[in-house]
């Protein structure tokens, strides 16, 4: 159902963006403390555009950060990279991050969940070389809530072990760009 995650897709994006219809709408059914950070993001949106030539990569500016972002939404508490598809889409999103020295970004969208932020983000353990200021630090906290992988090799997303989409708004509007001088 193609059109459904498209859908989604949209509404991450309409939240990054800082667009006011997605964010009444996602808040009107959350907590005060959860639906507030939503609203912060009005004080600096991200610009997201889609990649060129990618399997529904995203990436989402602002100043100096930027991350590469995949949208996921399932029903299920927990997302299996099981097809052949997905699995070459994570391997390639991760192998392009690590070249581009960027922190890959899994959001995770549950669906059909009232009273409580649907989305959860991860990222994927990589050589994280490349990595310098803005990038190491969202890695780093990232990789508490990086995908787990199978005893057959698979990745998998705990929707339950991500980081809550609110939680990551709270920390990167607080943040100082001036933190990152683009050293380490």
């Given amino acids: 159902m193609r059109d459904v995650s498209q859908l989604y897709e ?51 500016v602002v100043g100096s950060i930027s991350f590469l972002v995949e949208e996921k939404t399932s029903s299920a508490r927990v997302y299996h990279f099981n097809s052949a598809r997905i699995k070459e889409q994570a391997e390639q999103l991760k192998d392009l991050c690590t070249k581009a020295g960027i922190t890959p970004v899994y959001a995770y969208r549950l669906k059909n969940l009232r009273g409580k932020d649907p989305w959860r983000l991860f990222t994927m353990d990589m050589d994280n070389s490349n990595l310098s200021g803005y990038q190491k630090d969202l890695h780093g906290r990232l990789l508490r809530y990086k995908l787990e992988t199978t005893k057959d090799n698979n990745y998998i997303m705990r929707w339950e072990n991500g980081w809550p989409l609110h939680q990551f708004i709270k920390w990167y509007t607080h943040l100082k760009f001036d933190d990152w001088k683009g050293g380490d």
């Fill in 10 to 60: 949209r509404e991450l994006k309409g939240i990054l963006m800082a667009e006011r219809e997605v964010l009444i709408r996602i808040t009107q059914h959350l907590p005060q403390e959860e639906s507030i950070p939503y609203m912060d993001i009005m004080k600096r949106p991200f610009v997201v555009v889609r990649a060129a030539g990618s399997f529904g990569i995203d990436m989402a």
